[in-house]
């Protein structure tokens, strides 16, 4: 996010004020931000930001082992973890504890206090490694889960957990299984020819006009590809108007699938004359 402005107040000698300045901000950068008068539509971003629930994912396997962490929609992964057992060179020797612990320090670089884990995979690795995980003094503040159905570990196991439905069952309240259960039923509207629903910035900008708008939901492609400031104005009238609005990216196969339908999707509570 590169944020640009005219600076009004410096402490240093050598930034003349009335002069332009832009600093570029990254994911997971801090900055403090005042402002004397906040809108209830800025601080509704802010305040539902932070109520967030969090999943550290734990897609494991003999031989590999993904972890991911999920925050709203979006999925931050650490490198796959490797145990060494399959293959020639490793026939004797290989110590599965080892391979756990392994796990166990890169799942608690990345996990905060309020979050859940799920692990999952083939087998039964996966309640091997959850005993092991228990066992630690550190797991025990964290509410831990075995999800069962998902055959694959590693990076693959992560991207098919968040596919799947046991996600939506395990993670029903979770900011990625709402907007999973909303494309699904834009989806089967389309299907049944229904007109209750938009695709692409065009059909839901109508929409948003005639104030039929239940739920939106858009991509970061849909940003870039677009007038962003088009854009931006119509999700904050949208979200003037209480519509409940959800953003999602490339990191997860919703955001591509959203991306796919036009980059911005919404379910209408009544169908309107195209």
Known sequence: LRIGGTILESNNESVPHGSHHSFILKVDDGITITKRKWLPIEKNLIESNNKQMCFVLIAIDTG?????RLRGTHLEFIPNIYSGSGGKRYKTNFNIEKFFEQIQ??????????????IFGPGETKKRFSNFLQKSQNAQKYKIQIAEGIDSGGEDGIYTFTKS?????????SKLAKVSSIIDEIMLRANKKSRKFTMGFEETLKANQ????????????AIQTNDEKKI?????????????????????DIGLRVTGLGGIVSLLRYAIES
Do not use: H, P, R
């Open 232 to 252: 931006i104005e119509l999700l904050n009238d949208a979200e003037s108007k209480g519509v409940k609005t959800y953003s999602v990216d490339s990191s997860t």
């Open 165 to 173: 439905q046991t996600m939506k069952e395990i993670m029903s309240e």
């Open 64 to 68: 590999d082992c993904g972890i991911a």
């Open 105 to 118: 320090q890169a799942v608690f670089s990345i996990v905060k206090e309020t979050d859940s884990m799920i």
């Open 210 to 221: 005639f104030g039929a708008v239940e739920l939106l939901i858009f991509s970061d492609k």
